[in-house]
């Protein structure tokens, strides 16, 4: 087995292809800076009622928000709550773990609107993003992004955040079903025109991005941004700007698993 595909099989199990064709990406906290909007955004919606809470424990609760502590956008996308009851759970939450009463609620549809408006001010690509898709592009490998996430909702968030040029998008709900399914993978190749076995999928998440992909026959990559993101999906990245490099030459995914 020469280089090239043992590069290819250390990523996904793949061991019938030469070299990547097509890249499909996520798209929250992997080319949208989507946890920094989330934050400013609550902090700027918290900013009254938290007055009294010692900042240190202010930024920790807009970090749980962010992340999601509650749990609330799994069961989201599992059907259980709407866009709207995942986004009250966590801001009851937040205000829970602040030891304070949430906005009644009828006042909490008008808070999620003004977060809204607020966290998509500042939507913004990573600083290595272009470049990655510049040399993407510069190479002939086609992109697109594959999210857990509505498709328009998605789309205006590329088009805020500066990143139109990424045309081919799958949604959640344009797929049929969210990630770790296969058919949103599925149908990313598709548009893109690459066989499911040549194209690399890149996300942050190690069961729906990484392991998601790699069980629908793609390849598969994590991108491990936080240094202290606990990383079992064995090979990652840390960054975008290493990824054209490792295409061009398939043989540096070879080795140890860790991250570069």
């Given at each position: 087995m ?12 793949i ?9 499909l ?20 919606l918290?900013?009254?009622?938290f ?10 609760i ?5 992340d ?12 259980e709550?709407?866009f709207?009851?995942?986004r009250?759970?966590r801001?009851?939450?937040?205000y ?9 609620a ?13 966290a ?7 600083p ?28 205006e968030?590329?088009?805020?955040a ?16 969210p990630?770790?399914?296969p ?24 069961i ?44 540096r995914f070879l080795?140890?698993?860790?991250c570069e």
């Open positions: 020469d280089n090239a595909t043992n590069a290819l099989s250390s990523l996904g199990g061991t019938s292809v030469a070299r990547v064709e097509g890249v990406f996520d798209i929250d906290d992997t080319l949208v800076d989507l946890k920094s909007a989330a934050i400013k955004g609550f902090h700027l918290t900013a009254e009622d007055e009294n809470v010692p900042m240190d424990e202010r930024h920790r807009a970090r749980d928000y962010a999601d502590g509650a749990g609330a956008y799994e069961r989201y996308m599992s059907g709550l709407t709207l009851g995942q009250v759970e801001i009851k939450r937040a829970g773990l602040a030891g304070l009463d949430a906005p009644p009828e006042a909490l549809g008008g808070w999620c609107a003004s977060y809204e408006r607020a998509r001010s500042v939507w913004a690509p990573f290595d993003v272009h470049r990655c898709l510049d040399e993407l592009d510069a190479m002939g490998i086609p992109y697109g992004a594959v999210s857990n996430n509505v498709e328009s909702y998605q789309r968030k590329l088009g805020a500066g990143l139109e040029r990424i045309s081919i998008l799958v949604g959640s709900d344009t797929a049929g079903a990630k770790p399914d058919r949103p993978f599925h149908v990313g190749c598709r548009l893109l025109g690459t066989s499911i076995g040549t194209t690399l999928y890149v996300g942050d998440n190690p729906n991005d990484v392991q998601g992909a790699r069980d629908a026959g793609l390849i598969a990559i994590l991108l491990n941004r936080a240094p202290d993101h606990k990383n079992d999906s064995g090979k990652c990245i840390e960054n975008l700007a290493s990824l054209p490099r490792l295409i061009a030459g398939n043989t080795g140890a698993p860790g």
